[in-house]
């Protein structure tokens, strides 16, 4: 009977964290509930009367984080009814609504380029190390995934991930796209070259956690810093290039969340 009320209460908690905020669902809680210094004691999960239910929160939440992802595979490779994103991404065409010319296409690629770019120099390292003010106070609390100590990784792997959407093996890329296809100028596609090359050696000489960094006394002084500022000026170069980008393509870019901050 008690494992029957555990899983009966299990789908219950999987219900509602289907229908609630995407704050509840995703990796964010789950980092908060694993790693947060009270939230995360062993005795919470083992010994604390609310034990039970603070496990089926996590089970609830992970079971979410891996349905969203299988849904993201489905609709990338098709299921069989309905034609895959990556058909219709890769096949532009009068026949396809969604993205009805090369450009439609193409459009869709740099504004990820660009959207990604602003999240990573912004909201994971701008706003954290406070880069408008030389004499203002970090903000540790800002950083992505501060509790776990993953902030530094976590930026990392999504300038890894821009970056292979530029390149994508060569032959397979934008960058190889847009010189043989499109003709732009080699000059601007290899300054991007060389600011990724830029921006990886600035990451190679961060130590982590960032958390532990920016919470240090006069932190602003620190050779620390600086590398992060680096860090910061080279990914302002980088998203500046890339910028130019759809105005030399004729390519208007849709509205997008850090439109107007």
């Not at 504004?111 to 701008?126: F, P």
């Not at 003709?183 to 990724?196: A, G, M, N, S």
């Given at each position: 009977?008690?494992?029957?009320?555990?899983?009966?209460?299990?789908?219950?908690?999987?219900?509602?964290?289907?229908?609630?905020?995407?704050?509840?669902?995703?990796?964010?809680?789950?980092?908060?509930?694993?790693?947060?210094?009270?939230?995360?004691?062993?005795?919470?999960?083992?010994?604390?009367?609310?034990?039970?239910?603070?496990?089926?929160?996590?089970?609830?939440?992970?079971?979410?984080?891996?349905?969203?992802?299988?849904?993201?595979?489905?609709?990338?490779?098709?299921?069989?009814?309905?034609p895959s994103f990556a058909d219709l991404f890769s096949q532009?065409?009068?026949?396809n609504t969604q993205y009805p010319d090369n450009n439609s296409?193409?459009?869709?690629?740099?504004n990820t380029l660009i959207v990604g770019m602003e999240g990573?120099?912004?909201?994971?390292?701008?706003?954290?190390?406070?880069?408008?003010?030389?004499?203002?106070?970090?903000?540790?609390?800002?950083?992505?995934?501060?509790?776990?100590?993953?902030?530094?990784?976590?930026?990392?792997?999504?300038?890894?991930?821009?970056?292979?959407?530029?390149?994508?093996?060569?032959?397979?890329?934008?960058?190889?796209?847009?010189?043989?296809?499109?003709?732009?100028?080699?000059?601007?596609?290899?300054?991007?070259?060389?600011?990724?090359?830029?921006?990886?050696?600035?990451?190679?000489?961060?130590?982590?956690?960032?958390?532990?960094?920016?919470?240090?006394?006069?932190?602003?002084?620190?050779?620390?810093?600086?590398?992060?500022?680096?860090?910061?000026?080279?990914?302002?170069?980088?998203?500046?290039?890339?910028?130019?980008?759809?105005?030399?393509?004729?390519?208007?870019?849709?509205?997008?969340?850090?439109?107007?901050?």
């Amino acid at each position: 009977r008690d494992a029957q009320e555990s899983r009966g209460l299990g789908d219950v908690y999987k219900r509602q964290v289907a229908a609630a905020s995407i704050s509840v669902q995703g990796l964010a809680a789950l980092e908060y509930l694993l790693f947060d210094g009270n939230a995360s004691r062993l005795s919470l999960y083992t010994q604390d009367p609310q034990a039970e239910r603070r496990c089926n929160m996590i089970e609830a939440i992970a079971t979410r984080v891996q349905q969203v992802t299988y849904q993201l595979v489905s609709q990338w490779r098709g299921d069989g009814k309905q034609p895959s994103f990556a058909d219709l991404f890769s096949q532009p065409g009068e026949d396809n609504t969604q993205y009805p010319d090369n450009n439609s296409a193409l459009g869709e690629l740099l504004n990820t380029l660009i959207v990604g770019m602003e999240g990573v120099k912004r909201n994971k390292l701008g706003i954290p190390i406070d880069h408008k003010r030389p004499a203002g106070r970090t903000k540790p609390y800002r950083l992505e995934a501060w509790r776990s100590g993953y902030s530094l990784a976590l930026m990392k792997a999504s300038v890894g991930y821009l970056e292979e959407l530029y390149r994508a093996g060569g032959e397979q890329g934008l960058r190889h796209y847009l010189i043989k296809e499109r003709q732009v100028d080699p000059v601007l596609l290899k300054r991007i070259d060389d600011t990724f090359v830029d921006v990886n050696k600035q990451f190679s000489m961060l130590e982590g956690p960032l958390f532990t960094q920016l919470k240090k006394p006069n932190v602003k002084k620190t050779q620390q810093y600086m590398a992060l500022f680096n860090l910061y000026k080279d990914l302002e170069k980088l998203q500046s290039d890339v910028n130019e980008l759809p105005e030399i393509l004729g390519i208007k870019l849709g509205f997008n969340g850090n439109d107007g901050d």
